[in-house]
C-alpha cells in the first residue's frame, strides 16, 4: 500500500482543481452504519434505521487540500485548513496501520449521532473520524473541542445506548469514544505505537470520572517508552 504522505506531496497537489469525487467502486467493504434513535429521549433501546455514511454520493474539494485513500467510501478525503497538518498526519497513520479496517468521516447532518439533552431537545454530536477496527468501531475525536467534560459524557452516553441495541443493529462491533484531542499522535507513532493500541487504551468505559483534564492521562506515561 503507498504511503499518503509521499502521495500527498506529489505532483498532482500543485493545482489547486476542484474535483467531485463519487463513492469508490468497493464501498461497500468501507461503508459504516450508524443506529439512528426512535426516540432519543426514551431510556429503551430501540433504532428505528441504519443511516449508511456512502448515502451521500459525491463530496466537493480542492485536490491540493485533499489526499487519496484507500480505506475510506471514497478514494479522496478533505484536509480541514484550521488543522491541516495533524489531519494529514493522522489519515497518514490510518492508511498505514493494517489493524485498521475502514474510516469515515460524517459529511452530512442525517449521520450525526442524536442523543437528548436535559430539556428535552436533540445535540447532534459529531466526530472527527469513525474509524472500525476487527472488534470495534470508535467515534475519533482529534482536534480540541469547547466543552470537553460535556462532550465526553454525551458521546459516552451515545455508545451506552448503541451498545444496548442488537448485534445487527450496530454493525457487530461494540462503539467507543476514543478523545485524541491534545495527544501528541506523531510521538506515539514515533515511538512504535500503534494507533489501534491509542484507540484501545485512550477509549472511555463505564465508570470513567470526568474532570476538565480528562485527556491528560494518555500525555506522559503512555508516550514514555518502557524498559
Known amino acids: 500500500m503507498p504511503s499518503l504522505a509521499d502521495a500527498h506531496h506529489g505532483p498532482e497537489c500543485l493545482d489547486d ?15 459504516f452504519a450508524i443506529p ?4 432519543p429521549s426514551t431510556d429503551r433501546p430501540t433504532a428505528t434505521r441504519l443511516s449508511r455514511l456512502s448515502e451521500v454520493k459525491t463530496l466537493c474539494m480542492r ?16 484536509l480541514l485548513p484550521r488543522e491541516k497538518e495533524r489531519d494529514h498526519n493522522f489519515l497518514a497513520w490510518v492508511q498505514n496501520e493494517a489493524a485498521v ?3 469515515g468521516r460524517i459529511v452530512h447532518h442525517r449521520h450525526c ?24 468501531t470508535y467515534l475519533v475525536d482529534v482536534y480540541a473541542r469547547r466543552h470537553p467534560p460535556r462532550r465526553l459524557r454525551t458521546m459516552m452516553a451515545w455508545c451506552d445506548w448503541a451498545n444496548a441495541l442488537p448485534p445487527e443493529h450496530r454493525g457487530e462491533r461494540a462503539w467507543f469514544f476514543a478523545p485524541l ?30 474532570s476538565p483534564g480528562y485527556c491528560e492521562f494518555a500525555h506522559k506515561s503512555l508516550l514514555t517508552p518502557q524498559p
Open 17 to 31: 482543481t476542484l474535483l467531485t469525487v463519487a463513492l469508490r467502486a468497493d464501498f461497500a467493504a468501507y461503508d
Open 36 to 39: 439512528v434513535a426512535a426516540q
Open 63 to 78: 485536490r491540493s487540500k485533499s489526499v487519496p485513500m484507500d480505506k475510506c467510501i471514497y478514494p479522496r478525503l478533505p
Open 101 to 103: 479496517q475502514a474510516l
Open 113 to 136: 449521532m442524536r442523543a437528548p439533552n436535559p430539556d428535552g431537545g436533540v445535540r447532534y454530536l459529531v466526530p472527527d473520524f469513525l474509524v472500525r477496527t476487527q472488534d470495534a
Open 181 to 210: 484531542a491534545g495527544l501528541p499522535l506523531r510521538d506515539w507513532h514515533r515511538i512504535g505505537g500503534r494507533l489501534c493500541e491509542l484507540l484501545a487504551i485512550t477509549r472511555v468505559r463505564e465508570g470513567y470520572a470526568i
